[in-house]
């Protein structure tokens, strides 16, 4: 028998405070598509990803209704592209972007990641080449999303990729200036990155990853914002320590949703169940927002002193609770600071709360790094790759993931506003320091070494 | 030994338990299963017991109603039929189906008729009316098995027909997912 508690209060996380499965990830291995014949790799990839995913979109809403919990994406995660396709030229390279954009659509998912290199310790011909080719296929494109490695911590930061990427990002933010440099949004750099990661843009399947699997990211911000506010409300006097096994709890509740889900559909499409990962990740909608958890913590606004030490209770209160409510917890696991795609975190960049620098701080406690950044045009490929080499080393020198997903907005400015749409939300510019100086430092290249504390064995 | 099932409702207060299962311990019964509610300020609670050979059920009630007189509670007596197993079949799916909405005449009877119309089995009924318009004051938690061999997007379909001629916000999900997300 259950107690009218326990489903009053299931409802209201349902109805009121934005519970849901933000992605079912179906991860597919490409490895046996690799050929020197381009349209034998198309052929393969098209009919191999079909095979697999052609009942992915019907089952998640099935069991998404049996549930009464939508299952608000679906999504598909393939190998590195630059090793399925090494032995093809970048021109090839488009076309195979071409091709998952095209079966994505086929099988009705919103987003195919996995064009994507792992380049920390050095760039193979085939890695160049998808490199190169990902502004033409990105702008391309709709649902492909790309993502290169440049970095880990027992690896160090290969800064010749890094300088790659900050022309890369330029040149994709020029092609698709009309858009706001749209492309750019499906395009992340990382160090460390995960090989299970269910949310995009930086979702790919690892190289010791099986055939198939099913990776869940859950997501909840709104129900840890709601749980904080009644918290207080019925005793103000709650102190931090209280707070974070409050959010602990309430995260485990929401990764469970995770869990029961992502098992039944794995079950139903026979596919083995990968990880859950049980990050807050915001969306543009009201009551969704990350953000909010500041100001329910008792700060004026995400950004302003005390942001940091905020994060890290509640990235941590959340990555306890939900390691305990799954068997397998994986991919990113923690907040996500998107400013795009977060009303109140990119009101807080428009009133000039949330820097830049403050943003590069926070990452050092958070999951996912300078995310959906969107920064004047005219910031320098040399800058850019700057920001970049930045960000890496916190996640090289502190063994965690950190990303950028940076997007140089073709003729704006600091202040103005850049609109992505849907998911990917909009944003003010925000005003990068030194933005077009010439930057000797990134160009001298070469590979800024792995850090002492890798030498673990 | 012979089955029966015995109803006690009355005004509630402490002791009519242990009155109860006094007597029934001195009339030699055996109590195999129970179940007690408080609704508002009464009680009701059901009794499985099972009476020995030489003890007829008059015997029994009038046993219960001279001691349980004070008490005022109203006793009833009924045969319990013989049945291998439940009326649960095991090709059901437990769901729970929740109702929120203004309060008026005819909530119950009306998402009670759909359950029964489609042969889904109430297992158990929460229902707290606190009156007037706001909907978190009338809340309706029906737990349902479903037969597996039902059309349940015909029933959900249904349901929230008739949810919408009664004002109800109405919601059905897996029983799981509440097991799921509240309990380790």
Known sequence: MLTDREIISTLEMLENEHLDVRTVTLGINLF?????????VKNKIFSRITHFA????????????????????KRIAVSPIAVVGAALSSSQMVDIAKTLDAVAEEV??????????LVQKGIARGDRALIEAIPQALTATERVCASINVASTRAGINMDAVLLMGHTIKQAAKL????DGLACAKLCVFANIPEDIP???GAYLGIGEADAVINMGVSGPGVVKMAIDRALEANPDLDLGQISELIKKTAYKVTRVGELIGREVADSLKIPFGVVDLSLAPTPNVGDSVGEIFQSLGLLSIGVPGTTAALALLNDAVKKGGAFASSRVGGLSGAFIPVSEDLNISEAVRKGYLSLDKLEAITSVCSVGLDMVAIPGDTSAETIAAIIADEMAIGVINN??????LIPVPGKKAGDSAYFGGLLGQSTIIPVNNAQEPNRFVRHGGLIPAPIQSLTN | MNKVILSVLGHDRPGIVAAIANILFECSCNIESVSQTILKTEFSGSFIIS????LTQEELRQALNEDLAAMNMHIHIESVLKQKTGLVSSNAEPF?????????????????????RYGVNITNLQAVFKGGDEPGNNIMIYEVDIPVDIDRKDFSRALRAKAKILALSISIQHRNIFETINRI
């Open chain 1, 32 to 40: 046996e598509c690799a050929s020197h014949d381009p349209q034998k």
């Open chain 1, 54 to 73: 052609k009942n992915l979109v019907a089952v998640c809403n099935r069991i998404g209704e049996k549930y009464g919990i939508p299952v608000v994406n």
């Open chain 1, 108 to 117: 009705n998912v919103d987003f195919i990641g996995g064009f994507s290199a």
């Open chain 1, 176 to 179: 698709t200036a009309e858009k």
């Open chain 1, 199 to 201: 949310f995009m843009a």
């Open chain 1, 400 to 405: 965690k993931t950190t990303a950028t997903r």
């Open chain 2, 51 to 54: 009476m020995p050979p030489d």
């Open chain 2, 96 to 116: 729970v189906i929740t109702t929120k909405g203004p309060d008026r005449k005819g909530l119950v009877a009306g998402i009670s008729a759909i359950i029964a």
